[in-house]
């Protein structure tokens, strides 16, 4: 069973901006903090940004004052606004749940959605 729903990837110029959705459950949204990951071609998933129910947010060093994570509790969505971004953040993006205590993705992941940032 599909537990998120990740939309809003595409193509992208240097500098440009995407804001990216997830949609999920409100069993998972309404309990877990949440948090947006990447995978780049040959690397390894990294969290980028996550966000409690309390709406408090942490983010990578490398997006930090670029990146936006938000939540629409009525809606059970969890969006990544992206600025200025760079060729090198070009990746999949996905999002999840995160445990409690160890803050590792708690679901199988979704398809995510493509970024592609190229001139």
């Known amino acids: 069973q599909v537990q998120f729903v990740e939309s809003g990837g595409g193509l992208v110029q240097p500098g440009g901006s995407l804001r990216l959705s997830c949609a999920t459950s409100?069993?998972?949204?309404?309990?877990?903090?949440m948090g947006w990951y990447r995978q780049a071609p040959g690397k390894q998933r990294e969290l980028v940004a996550s966000i409690r129910s309390s709406g408090s947010t942490t983010y990578a060093d490398s997006v930090k004052g670029r990146f936006t994570i938000s939540r629409d509790n009525a809606n059970n969505t969890v969006y990544l606004q992206m600025n200025s971004l760079k060729p090198e953040e070009t990746a999949v993006y996905y999002c999840?749940?995160?445990?409690?205590?160890?803050?590792?993705?708690?679901?199988?992941w979704g398809q995510g959605t493509q970024v592609t940032v190229s001139s």
């Open positions: 409100k069993s998972i949204f309404s309990i877990y903090r």
């Open positions: 999840n749940a995160r445990g409690a205590v160890t803050g590792t993705p708690q679901y199988a």
